[in-house]
């Protein structure tokens, strides 16, 4: 099993360009989430879906927009990046009660 | 909104010193989750804690969730050049289902040989 897969691994973008991440999970997880990690500020929760088709917003959602058309996977779209974006994205998938799996995370820079 | 608290912010030790770190919560949480990063990693999830008081042990790692349910600790006994990571809490309220955790800002740890 491939757990859950982020691509791409790195990424750079300059300001205003947009792009999508793509995590996909082989779990069967039920919910998957969306986090950024800037140095010393930890992990900050960007969405989250608790099921196919369902998508909620975390504690830093502006910029941002997610979806989950499929269960295995849960897309994040940036309309039109911002220098301020640049940041590590990580994936997670869980089941009820149950740890987060993460993904290997994703470097996004934003020039 | 929710925030989790982690204290200190970095540490330094000898190995086979010990080390703690502090997670402290502004709301009461259903359960605490705590994971270990590895420079250039992703978390790894270590112990889940869900009872008032509880404790856990795994080697020489021992794990406590606070008897109001608002803060946790990580204490490693004799620390190992492998124990090198960030550690991070993360909770999950009372009122926003045990679906949503809300990390801690993490605790570095350095090893010295």
């Known amino acids: 099993n491939a757990g859950v897969t982020q691509t791409p691994k790195f990424r750079v973008l300059k300001t205003g360009q947009s792009m999508t991440l793509l995590c996909a999970q082989d779990m069967n997880h039920e919910y998957m989430y969306w986090y950024r990690q800037d140095p010393g500020m930890g992990l900050r929760l960007i969405h989250y879906s608790v099921g196919e088709g369902t998508t909620a917003k975390g504690e830093v959602p502006d910029g941002y927009n997610v979806s989950r058309l499929k269960k295995q996977n849960f897309l994040l779209g940036l309309e039109s990046a911002a220098p301020s974006q640049t940041s590590v994205y990580f994936c997670a998938s869980k089941e009820y009660n149950q740890p987060q799996h993460f993904g290997d995370g994703t470097r996004l820079s934003i020039l | 909104g929710q925030q989790v608290m982690q204290i200190p912010q970095y540490q330094h030790v000898q190995e086979g010193e010990d080390f703690t770190t502090y997670c402290n919560s502004s709301t009461t949480l259903s359960n605490i989750q705590w994971y270990k990063q590895r420079p250039g990693g992703h978390p790894v999830f270590l112990i889940q804690?869900?009872?008032?008081?509880e404790v856990k042990k795994q080697k020489r790692l021992t794990f406590q969730f606070g008897e109001a349910k608002k803060n946790s600790s990580l204490h490693i006994t004799a620390t190992q050049t492998t124990d090198v990571g960030t550690y991070f809490c993360?909770?999950?309220?009372?009122?926003?289902?045990?679906?949503?955790?809300?990390f801690g800002t993490g605790t570095r740890l350095k090893v010295l040989a």
């Open positions: 804690l869900v009872k008032s008081g």
């Open positions: 993360a909770g999950t309220g009372t009122t926003s289902g045990t679906y949503k955790y809300i």
